[in-house]
């Protein structure tokens, strides 16, 4: 029921961006960012764990993106506008396991780092309101399917957005996205949401 609902959201924005803001502006995005985990919750049956007292700690430390943006814009609307863009993204975790008597390190306490790289692809599509002609605050919503994963494969995080366009020409946004699933949801943890602030380029080459 839940994926029904957002995908009927996305249906109806694009039949509303397609048939009220005709005006369309396409071009390459680029970004990346922070990334934040919440809620962890370690898996305490997970076998490190319980032999010799092991300790676990994962840390999502970065993003990035590549997308392609289309925006609809409409000059008898011009303070509103959407953004609809299909993206690729990944997410790097960092892995530590801390054993108290490592055998291979004399017995001596010792870190065992590693990182993981995580895949997904993305349809984000938000809403916008130019505060100014350069200024503008969005909002929406981004449909994510996580191909390389540990976890769980589908999320659907919400997004803000403050941004600015030089010129009309190089846009440049901030956006933070807040996920509500459990998407590390793997052998070492029982649950874990992620959120991301992110800083994105779009750099439109095309218009209708």
């Given at each position: 029921?839940?994926?029904?609902?957002?995908?009927?959201?996305?249906?109806?924005?694009?039949?509303?961006?397609?048939?009220?803001?005709?005006?369309?502006?396409?071009?390459?995005?680029?970004?990346?960012?922070?990334?934040?985990?919440?809620?962890?919750?370690?898996?305490?049956?997970?076998?490190?764990?319980?032999?010799?007292?092991?300790?676990?700690d994962d840390n999502y430390q970065y993003?990035?993106?590549?997308?392609?943006?289309?925006?609809?814009?409409?000059?008898?609307?011009?303070?509103?506008?959407?953004?609809?863009?299909?993206?690729?993204?990944?997410?790097?975790?960092?892995?530590?396991?801390?054993?108290?008597?490592?055998?291979?390190?004399?017995?001596?306490?010792?870190?065992?780092?590693?990182h993981n790289v995580n895949f997904s692809?993305?349809?984000?599509?938000?809403?916008?309101y130019r505060i100014t002609s350069s200024?503008?605050?969005?909002?929406?919503?981004?449909?994510?399917?996580?191909?390389?994963?540990?976890?769980?494969?589908?999320?659907?995080?919400?997004?803000?957005?403050?941004?600015?366009?030089?010129?009309?020409?190089?846009?440049?946004?901030?956006?933070?996205?807040?996920?509500?699933?459990?998407?590390?949801?793997?052998?070492?943890?029982?649950?874990?949401?992620?959120?991301?602030?992110?800083?994105?380029?779009?750099?439109?080459?095309?218009?209708?």
């Open positions: 029921m839940r994926k029904r609902n957002i995908l009927l959201f996305l249906l109806v924005l694009t039949f509303v961006s397609v048939e009220t803001f005709a005006q369309v502006k396409t071009g390459l995005l680029i970004g990346g960012g922070l990334g934040f985990e919440q809620g962890l919750k370690i898996n305490k049956n997970y076998p490190l764990i319980l032999k010799d007292g092991a300790y676990i993003n990035g993106l590549l997308g392609y943006r289309i925006r609809f814009e409409n000059k008898k609307y011009q303070s509103i506008f959407f953004d609809v863009d299909p993206l690729v993204n990944l997410k790097v975790y960092e892995s530590k396991d801390y054993y108290p008597k490592d055998e291979t390190n004399y017995g001596s306490p010792a870190w065992i780092k590693s692809l993305a349809v984000s599509s938000s809403v916008n200024l503008y605050i969005g909002a929406g919503i981004e449909p994510t399917w996580n191909i390389v994963t540990d976890g769980k494969h589908f999320d659907a995080p919400v997004l803000g957005r403050i941004g600015y366009n030089c010129h009309g020409k190089v846009d440049f946004a901030l956006t933070y996205k807040q996920g509500f699933t459990n998407v590390i949801n793997t052998d070492r943890y029982t649950k874990g949401r992620i959120s991301d602030l992110s800083l994105s380029v779009f750099v439109p080459f095309k218009s209708k």
